[in-house]
């Protein structure tokens, strides 16, 4: 089957009218709003760092262990010889970033 006039529908460029311009248009702007929604909500949430807080990653029996404390309870795993040797020389890195004494023993 011969397809009349194909070749001069395949040189000439697509033409836009109203309703595809308007639709494209909407999408634009929705993608503008999410896009200004999650950047607001991103500046907007959280809570400010503590600095009295500990993070320590240290090897565990199924994989990375993570050991997150804050206060008090911080400055006694510090403190802790035991902690020492479960976690290592992180522990001590980790806690001289938050001001607290060390206990290696």
């Not at 009349?4 to 109203?18: A, F, I, M, N, Y």
């Not at 308007?22 to 991103?42: I, P, R």
């Not at 994989?63 to 290592?88: D, F, K, M, Q, W």
């Amino acid at each position: 089957m011969i397809m009349h006039e194909q070749s001069r529908r395949l040189s000439q460029p697509l033409r836009w009218g109203r309703r595809e311009k308007t639709v494209v248009g909407v999408l634009v702007a929705c993608v503008v709003l999410a896009v200004a929604g999650l950047a607001a909500f991103a500046l907007s949430s959280g809570s400010p760092a503590r600095k009295d807080c500990i993070s320590v990653t240290f090897a565990s029996t199924l994989g990375g262990g993570l050991r997150h404390a804050c206060g008090a309870e911080a400055r006694s795993i510090c403190v802790s010889p035991v902690a020492y040797r479960t976690y290592g020389p992180q522990l001590a890195d980790a806690c001289r970033g938050a001001g607290f004494p060390i206990v290696r023993k």
